[in-house]
């Protein structure tokens, strides 16, 4: 199995540079944006590269525009590439929200990194046929 390549796009830069390296361990590549605009920025000029990001780990609530308004735009722009929702403090209306938006899957702060790892993978491997509307169903 390849190496899964994840943008993390969140404004906690001691959390995200804990998860790059958590993920380096675990033999992915990831790299961070602190916000939505640098993250649809660093999608699009992937998206153009031979090893574009296969992942999105996108936060919801973050300064300027916000991970509800970011995942609409990555969408968008790139709709087969699968989306999964980071929310704190519990709000699992927002991951909902994040879900009828067209995100693959929510998880809650702090995040379990087994968990983390375990929907990434899963994601990656449902990127194809995210273009066709299904995923395997979010595991509990």
Known sequence: MHPVRILFIDDETAFTSTLLERMELRDMLAEA??????????????????????????????PGMDGLDTLRHLRQRHPGVPV??????????????????GAV???????????LVHVIRNAAECADALAGGTCPERAE
């Open 33 to 62: 944006a602190p916000d939505g605009h640098s993250g649809i920025a660093m999608m699009d000029a992937s998206a153009r590269t031979a090893t574009p990001f296969e992942v999105i780990v996108l936060d919801v609530l973050m």
């Open 105 to 115: 899957d929510y998880l809650v702060k702090p995040v379990d990194i087994d968990e």
């Open 84 to 101: 999964i929702v980071l929310t704190g403090h519990g709000s699992t209306r927002d991951g909902m929200r994040a879900m009828q938006l």
